[in-house]
């Protein structure tokens, strides 16, 4: 796995395929693993990028709550070591609030948006509390407690058992710290409304059908904030539609990055 130098820290990515730059941003709490179906098989014609978050997978860790913003800096630092002017950003759940963020800080790199199991909306004082909650019990009983509490939710129950195994072995294996401070950055992100409003660009909104955690519905009101935007329900996936149908996914995204 090759390494970035991201704030004098090393930021690990995996890169795959040739073409136009595709920025892939994964969810809460994985690794860039978490794309493996997409990395296996990239689109013709395209070049994936997907990072280790600060603190996952690789990826050297930072003080502090890993917020949303200092996410999108470092997605933002490894494009450009990596000579990439401008990408489409793509990103699941978490990696969707990154994938915002990063349009709000710099709109100009964002050719076009993949939204995928995500929402734009922040949390509120309930949802905050939760967050802070969950930080504080991963840094007194490590990540296990939480792996079982938001494992069922994930997925849909007839996931292949084999994805399901991959997805917790690699919950399993982050670092306490590093979820707690992705727990506690989720909390203070901004709501998205205002920016996605703004964005011009061509954007994939993607759902599964039964995303217990970022229903469809939110998928569509999202959706109805930009003008160039597209919904695509994947049958019989959970949250983490990219992984529980990938070939689902591949047929609305692949044509949807030619488009751009």
Wanted: glycine share 10%; with cysteine.
């Amino acid at each position: 796995m090759p390494f970035a130098t991201v704030g004098g820290r090393r930021l690990s990515y995996e890169e795959r395929g040739a073409g136009r730059p595709v920025l892939l941003l994964h969810g809460f709490p994985f690794t860039s693993e978490s794309f493996w179906p997409q990395l296996g098989a990239p689109p013709s014609g395209f070049r994936l990028i997907v990072p280790d978050h600060r603190g996952f997978g690789m990826s050297e860790p930072a003080p502090g709550p890993a917020t949303m913003e200092a996410l999108a800096e470092d997605a933002l630092a490894l494009l450009d070591a990596l000579g990439v002017p401008q990408a489409v950003v793509g990103g699941v759940s978490m990696g969707g609030y990154v994938a915002i963020a990063l349009t709000r800080r710099d709109p100009g790199r964002v050719k076009a948006l993949v939204l995928m199991d995500t929402q734009s909306s922040a949390d509120d004082e309930a949802g905050k509390a939760r967050r802070e909650a969950v930080a504080k019990e991963v840094e007194e009983s490590g990540v296990s407690p939480v792996v079982e509490a938001l494992l069922p939710k994930l997925m849909a129950p007839a996931v292949d058992p084999t994805v399901r195994a991959r997805v917790e072995k690699m919950m399993r294996a982050q670092s306490p710290a590093a979820v707690a401070a992705a727990s506690r950055g989720m909390a203070t992100r901004a709501d998205g409304k205002d920016i996605l409003s703004r964005f011009g660009g061509p954007c994939l909104v993607v759902v599964g059908e039964q995303d217990l955690i970022t229903p469809p519905e939110k998928a569509r009101a999202m959706a109805s904030l930009m003008p160039q935007a597209q919904v695509a329900v994947i049958p019989g996936a959970g949250h983490l539609a990219n992984l529980e149908a990938p070939e689902a996914l591949s047929r609305v995204l692949a044509p949807f990055l030619q488009s751009t």
